[in-house]
Nanobody, 124 residues
């Protein structure tokens, strides 16, 4: 059974850092692009970042460029999202999702598997 499990969320002050982890199992991880999405209270889910399965290319939305870094470790079936200089507007539930094949932008409708999410709260 395919499974994604996020961890690393928590409460942090503005300017702080968190490292999210997404652990995958039950499918051929190397064949999947992985995206990070977030949903703030009262807002729609948005794609934050993704890392392509084919060439490891990365995408970030403008609001997190220069602050967030996505990496993957295929040997460990894990993807990480290092989040630095966090802002209150980064608050939300963060989900990782796996999409088979190449994906250069995080598109929720194309995801094959989803994690249950991890809460990130940034206080001002």
């Amino acid at each position: 059974e395919a499974q994604l499990v996020e961890s690393g969320g928590g409460l942090v002050q503005a300017g702080g850092s968190l490292r999210l982890s997404c652990a995958a199992s039950g499918f051929t991880f190397d064949d999947y692009s992985i995206g990070w999405f977030r949903q703030a209270p009262g807002k729609e889910r948005e794609g934050v970042s993704c890392i392509n399965s084919d060439d490891g290319s990365r995408f970030y939305i403008d609001s997190v460029k220069g602050r967030f870094t996505i990496t993957r470790d295929n040997a460990k079936n894990r993807v990480y999202l290092q989040m630095n200089r966090l802002k209150p507007e980064d608050t939300g539930v963060y989900y990782c999702a796996a999409t088979h094949g190449s994906m250069r932008y995080p598109i929720a409708d194309l995801a094959d598997y989803w994690g249950v999410g991890t809460q990130v709260t940034v206080s001002s």
